[in-house]
C-alpha cells in the first residue's frame, strides 16, 4: 500500500498539507461496490464496501469481509474516477458515497484520502460504521465526513463484548468526538432476541443516544433475521444463535414505542 506521511508538525495524525497527487495515490482494500444504493444514507448512493474488521458480530452477514486483504487495491483516484459518473443521480437525488464494511475505519487514512477529494467535488459523505476506532485514526476522515450511520450492538460493555468480541469503549469515544462535532448520525440497532433485546438494555440504549443530543436524526431497530447463517456455515464459522428466531413485530412495536418515550427519532 501507498505510504504517506500523516504526521503534522505536533506529531497528530492529519491529512492536510499531504499533497494532492499524494492523496490521488493514496491505496485501500475494496471489497465491493454497490453503485446504486438506497438504504444506506440519503438519496441514491455509491456503495463502498472496504475489506477488514476486527469485530465478529454473532450476527454477521458478511464474514467474507473479515479479512483485510478480502479484495481489490485500488486507489483514491481510481474510485474518484468512477464516482463522477454518478453525479447527475446524486444532484437529482440529494445522494453521494456510503462507505461501508467490514469496518471502513480500519483504513482511516485511505478512508479520509478519500472522503477528502469527495468534498473536493462537491460529493455529499457517509460513513456507515460500528464505530470501533481509535480517536486518532477518526482524526484522519471525520472532518470531511457528512453523516454517520452507526451501528449500535449493544450499550451495555459486557454484553457487547459477547456479542461481539471487543468491548464498546472505543465505541462509545468515537459516539462523544461525533457528538463533539456535531456531525449528524443515524443510528442502527439489530434487535436479538436473547442478546439484545431486553427492557433494560434498550433503555441504557437510549440513555447512551439521548445523551448524545441533537446529533441523532434517526433511529431503526432492525429485526434479527437469518438470511446469513448459510454463508456463515460455508464458511466453517461457529454459529452461536443456533435456535434463535427473528423477534415478532409485537416484540418490535414495543421496543420502538418503549424508545420514542425517550423523546428519540425512531423510524
Ligand atoms: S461490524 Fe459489521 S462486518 Fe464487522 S462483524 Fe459486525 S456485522 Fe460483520
Redesign the pocket.
Known amino acids: 500500500m501507498m505510504m504517506i506521511d500523516l504526521t503534522d508538525s505536533d506529531g497528530e495524525l492529519a491529512l492536510a498539507g499531504v499533497p494532492e497527487a499524494q492523496i490521488l495515490a493514496t491505496k485501500g482494500c475494496v471489497h465491493s461496490v454497490e453503485t446504486c444504493g438506497t438504504v444506506d444514507g440519503p438519496g441514491i448512493r455509491y456503495v463502498l464496501f472496504l475489506a477488514g474488521?476486527p469485530?465478529?458480530?454473532a450476527?454477521?452477514?458478511?464474514?467474507d469481509?473479515?479479512s483485510p486483504q478480502a479484495g481489490e487495491i485500488k486507489m483514491v483516484e481510481t474510485i474518484m474516477a468512477e464516482l463522477r459518473r454518478y453525479r447527475p443521480y446524486f444532484t437529482a437525488s440529494g445522494g453521494g458515497i456510503t462507505v461501508s464494511?467490514?469496518?471502513p475505519a480500519m483504513q482511516a487514512a485511505f478512508l479520509g484520502a478519500l472522503f477528502q477529494r469527495c468534498h473536493a467535488e462537491g460529493i455529499h459523505t457517509c460513513l456507515d460504521t460500528?464505530g470501533y476506532c481509535e480517536p486518532a485514526q477518526a482524526e484522519l476522515f471525520l472532518d470531511d465526513t457528512d453523516l454517520v450511520l452507526l451501528?449500535i450492538?449493544q450499550a451495555d460493555p459486557d454484553k457487547h463484548k459477547a456479542l461481539?468480541g471487543v468491548d464498546n469503549e472505543r465505541i462509545l469515544a468515537f459516539a462523544r468526538m461525533l457528538k463533539d462535532r456535531a456531525i449528524p448520525v443515524w443510528i442502527r440497532y439489530v434487535v436479538v432476541p436473547g442478546s439484545t433485546d431486553a427492557p433494560e438494555d434498550i433503555d441504557q440504549l437510549c440513555r447512551l443516544l439521548v445523551g448524545l443530543g441533537g446529533i441523532i436524526r434517526r433511529v431503526t431497530f432492525l429485526p434479527y433475521h437469518t438470511l446469513g447463517a448459510g454463508k456463515r456455515e460455508e464458511m466453517g464459522i461457529t454459529n452461536a444463535l443456533v435456535g434463535v428466531k427473528p423477534p415478532s413485530e409485537t416484540a418490535m412495536a414495543a421496543i420502538r414505542a418503549q424508545a420514542r418515550q425517550y423523546g428519540l427519532p425512531v423510524e
Open positions: 474488521c469485530l465478529r458480530c450476527y454477521c452477514h458478511n464474514p469481509t473479515w464494511g467490514g469496518e460500528s451501528d450492538k461481539t
